[in-house]
């Protein structure tokens, strides 16, 4: 599986970005697709997953601000950020798993987020 994600940029503290990630193959042969990000000297961090049957799951510093959401009929997965703070700089990524028939982990090129203060 190919992940393209776009979106990235830069925005001021308190506003909003949306980013997409555009995948080779039918979303719904897909078991879980992420975003996840890493800032300057940290370790990547799951943002925003979603399984194939729709359940979200969020970091507790996103809650209430980043949205996963999907289009099947475009194989693309998309993450609205609201109310971007300066610690939400970071490169994120968007990861795809599948579990049949071999368990495998699909990383895309990442895309650059800056929130200035």
């Known amino acids: 599986v190919q992940l393209q994600a776009s979106g990235g940029g830069l925005v001021q503290a308190g506003g909003s970005l949306g980013l997409s990630c555009s995948a080779s193959?039918?979303?719904?042969?897909?078991?879980?697709i992420s975003w996840y990000r890493q800032a300057a000297g940290k370790q990547r961090e799951m943002v925003a997953s979603?399984?194939?049957?729709?359940?979200?799951n969020y970091a507790d510093s996103v809650k209430g601000r980043f949205a996963i959401s999907r289009d099947n009929a475009k194989n693309t997965v998309y993450l609205q950020m609201n109310n971007l703070a300066p610690e939400d700089t970071a490169v994120y990524y968007c990861?795809?798993?599948?579990?049949?028939?071999?368990?495998?982990?699909?990383w895309g090129q990442g895309t650059l987020v800056t929130v200035s203060s």
């Open positions: 193959r039918s979303l719904l042969r897909i078991n879980t």
């Open positions: 990861y795809a798993r599948i579990l049949l028939p071999t368990k495998s982990e699909f």
């Open positions: 979603m399984t194939g049957l729709g359940v979200t």
